[in-house]
């Protein structure tokens, strides 16, 4: 089944609509310029634009003409159960683990589901967490669960 792109885009827009109003509600923190609403607001925002982009068709004169897409090899519809399954084990393990180890964990079953190698799948695992949890901490001052291993920072 094919959804029509005026269907589609229907649909981000009211996505963003409703991201962007339910951001707006949230209210402001007191000495900051950036409150809790300006991420909802802009991925709002964000969504209505692309929505009405897409339900107008304008674009659609970049996209070259496709070739149909080769079989997927046999024994990769389990990769679509990967993103709902880490999304439980970052629930349930978080706490216990803390956000290093567990986004490690998330991050090399992720990379590793999609295809890489053993030496990326390694690199992203050890230095992706890091870097979320320093701008989490230090950024934006988001405490993350420490769990068995704390940030030096």
């Not at 991201?19 to 991925?43: D, M």
């Not at 009405?52 to 003409?65: D, H, K, V, Y």
């Not at 897409?69 to 709902?84: K, N």
Request: proline letters at 11%; hydrophobic letters at 60%; glycine letters at 14%.
């Amino acid at each position: 089944m094919q959804v029509s792109d005026r269907a589609g885009g229907a649909v981000l827009v009211a996505l963003g609509a409703a991201a962007a109003w339910g951001g707006s509600r949230l209210p402001p923190v007191p000495g900051q310029e950036v409150g809790p609403a300006a991420f909802p607001l802009l991925i709002g925002l964000g969504l209505v634009l692309c929505g009405t982009l897409i339900a107008l068709g304008i674009g659609r004169g970049f996209e070259a003409p496709g070739e149909a897409a080769p079989p997927a090899p046999r024994g990769a519809a389990w990769r679509v159960l990967v993103p709902p399954a880490l999304l439980l084990f970052y629930v349930l393990a978080a706490n216990t683990l803390g956000f290093l180890l567990a986004a490690a964990l998330m991050v090399a079953v992720a990379a590793w589901a999609l295809g890489a190698g053993p030496r990326l799948v390694l690199g992203l695992a050890l230095l992706a967490p890091p870097l979320v949890h320093l701008a989490f901490a230090k950024g934006l001052r988001v405490p993350l669960p420490e769990g068995l291993l704390a940030a030096p920072w």
